[in-house]
């Protein structure tokens, strides 16, 4: 229940931004709002799977800044799982994928795996070659939200350095 709340409370922020954004283009400069961004010291742990240069798939693990505004418009939740999903793929687009509940295996090009758990942001970018597969691992069901990351927009992810 804990991860359905603080997935509902990302969509929220996610909403109240795009709500405030799409205000201000409908109105052009009659007025403006203005957002103070937050300084966080604070993060949230990520993987990111990104294509090699040859095509290939891969991941590092990293974090995410919290009070962030993310470049989005747009997501959907999805508790629904397709066979073909869990073979090799790209990613259909770079996003964020928001795990609600269930923890899953991915598998990149090399045969490395990591877990992906409430809690922890899978940043997609491998939209290029075989992709990636997944398995649930002790789930029955995968609960998620997706969103999409503008093109050209910075994904905020801040790579793990030895010492982290």
């Not at 007025?31 to 604070?42: A, G, R, T, W």
């Not at 939200?145 to 801040?158: Q, R, S, T, V």
């Amino acid at each position: 229940m804990k991860n359905i709340v603080k997935g509902l409370s990302l969509v929220l922020a996610l909403s109240s931004a795009a709500v405030i954004n799409a205000q201000e283009k409908e109105n052009n400069n009659n007025f403006s709002i203005k957002v103070n961004k937050e300084e966080s010291k604070e993060y949230i742990p990520a993987v990111r799977m990104i294509n090699n240069p040859d095509g290939s798939c891969t991941f590092e693990k990293g974090r995410i800044p919290t009070l962030t505004h993310l470049n989005t418009t747009t997501f959907w939740m999805s508790n629904k799982t397709e066979e073909w999903e869990k073979n090799a793929h790209p990613a259909p687009r770079r996003q964020y994928v928001i795990t609600l509940k269930g923890n899953i295996r991915f598998k990149v090009t090399d045969g490395s795996t990591f877990i992906i758990k409430p809690g922890t942001v899978l940043l997609a970018e491998d939209v290029k070659g075989k992709g990636h597969s997944w398995n649930m691992v002790r789930s029955k069901s995968w609960e998620r939200l997706y969103i999409p990351i503008a093109e050209n927009a910075d994904d905020y992810f801040i790579a793990n350095t030895d010492h982290d």
